[in-house]
């Protein structure tokens, strides 16, 4: 009996260890998860089907952590909007937002990258100036709308009355 709790007791350590290695890796912070599953693969590899998962997710983490490719320079609008994204799904939202200051430069009207700019600020805390972005991005493109209900980024200014304000249905 004492030995059945003993192995539940490390199972749930073991699990609790692989979580931790997991919100790394969904967070695109490659270098910890790295760190996070050889930890876990060293002290659990005898929880097969866990340490199976962690070679996986190890090793795509290990292959975001290469030498990231090179964006060439944006030219145009969907240039700077795509650099932006990609940024932001590697988890780099300073440089994403250069991409997309500059953007905003070139093509200061462009709901694209306004949006992009309103997620961005949402993402940093920065509540008041996303939702000015926000504001400016659906009065160009009113898909935006329902973009923004829909975007976990946006989710801390869902209750927010400006924010239904600027994505209420016309």
Known sequence: ??????KKDE????LA???EAMKEFRKSKWDKAVELFNSFIEKYAVERD???R???????????LKEPREIPI???????????????????????LKYVEKGLKAYPDDARILF???DLFCRAGRMDEALDSLGKAVKGE??????????IDFAPLWEDKRFKSITKSA
């Open 74 to 96: 944006p030219k145009s609008v969907e240039d700077f909007a795509a650099a932006a994204v990609y940024k932001m799904n590697g988890g780099a939202d300073e440089e994403a």
């Open 142 to 151: 009113k898909t935006y709308r329902i973009l923004a209900q829909n975007e």
């Open 1 to 6: 009996m004492k030995d059945e709790k003993s």
């Open 11 to 14: 199972y749930q350590k073991a």
């Open 116 to 118: 992009l700019q309103a």
């Open 17 to 19: 260890c692989f979580s």
């Open 50 to 52: 866990l340490a199976s």
């Open 54 to 64: 962690a070679r996986t997710y190890l090793a795509i983490a290990a292959e975001r």
